[in-house]
């Protein structure tokens, strides 16, 4: 994963451009936004984004900008497939014993 310090206001990902990579949050704030709905949340360290578009093949689906000085780590597309996509996968349902 490549990490990026990122600057109050900066968008890092923008709603409706294609998706290549995947984020971490270390540190900081941003927000989420989607262009019908407005604001829809607040990333904080420990939170996640840009699965949807990796996973799913659609453009983003929303604009993340960092409201407080930042810092986060993303991989691309041929990482997320190897190793995250997995994660995000549906579990194939247990039997029950």
Request: with cysteine; net charge negative; charged share 25%.
């Amino acid at each position: 994963m490549e990490r990026e310090e990122v600057a109050p206001g900066t968008v890092v990902v923008r709603e409706g451009e294609p998706g290549e990579r995947f984020y971490v949050v270390f540190a900081g704030m941003l927000s989420v936004t989607q262009r019908a709905l407005g604001p829809r949340n607040m990333l904080r360290p420990g939170d996640h984004f840009g699965e949807v578009a990796l996973a799913m093949g659609v453009p983003r689906t929303a604009t993340v900008a960092a409201v407080t000085p930042a810092v986060i780590a993303s991989c691309d597309r041929e990482t997320f497939d190897e190793i995250l996509r997995p994660l995000f996968a549906d579990d194939e349902p247990v039997a029950a014993e």
